[in-house]
């Protein structure tokens, strides 16, 4: 148990769909990050959140929308997703920039 | 952040030290060397981090050699749960555009067997 919990585990959605998963922590922590893992690759940077404004977007398509409305939840909005999207969604958190962050276990998101 | 290299898998026996190596030759004086593993479908974990002095925790430890161009994890006691993939990590520290953000690599798959 990391202290980030994400929310469903497993999600199963058509592409015509708009799901959303959720990501909290209670850490204290400032900084909150969506990463994507795909069967056989390394995990991908999405977004990152600093203090609720996102301070990075990894040229990610507009179908993945984030929402962090406070310092201890975040959202990742999905509308109109591709059977590729399907992958291992992961949640992070951290206090600040040189310190370790801690991950969720993941939402495992199944387009078909 | 620079690059790093690890092998793409390693044995080790159950109750041997395992010992993965890391190459970050183009690493930076300011960036900081992290250990993650994970394990089949599981979020990454955490296991250490190091500037330039060897580190210590109650899961690893880090050695760093003295010019930081490459690292070693050890774990000094494997077992059956110790098999993941595990990836060297350099990041810089400090704030800006490079908050606290991760690049991980393909890292190194793990087999801890009997």
């Known amino acids: 148990e990391t202290g980030v919990t994400q929310t469903p585990r497993h999600l199963v959605m058509g592409m015509t769909n708009k799901k959303s998963l959720k990501c909290e922590q209670h850490l204290g922590h400032n900084a909150m990050y969506w990463y994507k893992q795909s069967a056989k690759k390394p995990l991908e940077l999405m977004f990152v959140?600093?203090?609720?404004?996102?301070?990075e977007n990894n040229s990610v398509p507009s179908r993945f929308s984030p929402e962090c409305p406070n310092s201890s939840h975040l959202f990742l909005h999905l509308h109109t997703l591709q059977p590729e999207d399907s992958a291992l969604y992961l949640c992070?958190?951290?206090?600040?920039?040189?310190?370790?962050?801690?991950f969720g276990q993941g939402t495992r998101l199944t387009v078909v | 952040d620079a690059k790093t290299t690890q092998p793409p898998s390693m044995d080790c026996a159950e109750g041997r030290a395992a010992n993965l190596p890391c190459n970050h030759s183009t690493i930076s004086g300011n960036e900081y060397v992290y250990w993650y593993r994970q394990i089949h479908s599981q979020g990454p974990q955490y296991i250490i981090h190091g500037l330039k002095n060897n580190e210590t925790n109650e899961m690893a430890s880090l050695i760093i050699t003295e010019d930081r161009k490459s690292s070693t994890l050890i774990l000094p006691h494997a077992t059956l749960r110790d098999t993941a993939v595990y990836y060297c990590?350099?990041?810089?520290?400090?704030?800006?555009?490079?908050?606290?953000?991760?690049?991980f690599g393909q890292g190194t798959i793990l087999t801890v067997h009997p």
């Open positions: 959140y600093s203090l609720e404004e996102r301070v």
């Open positions: 990590i350099v990041r810089v520290a400090g704030g800006g555009t490079s908050y606290g953000k991760l690049t």
């Open positions: 992070a958190s951290s206090r600040k920039a040189n310190t370790e962050a801690f």
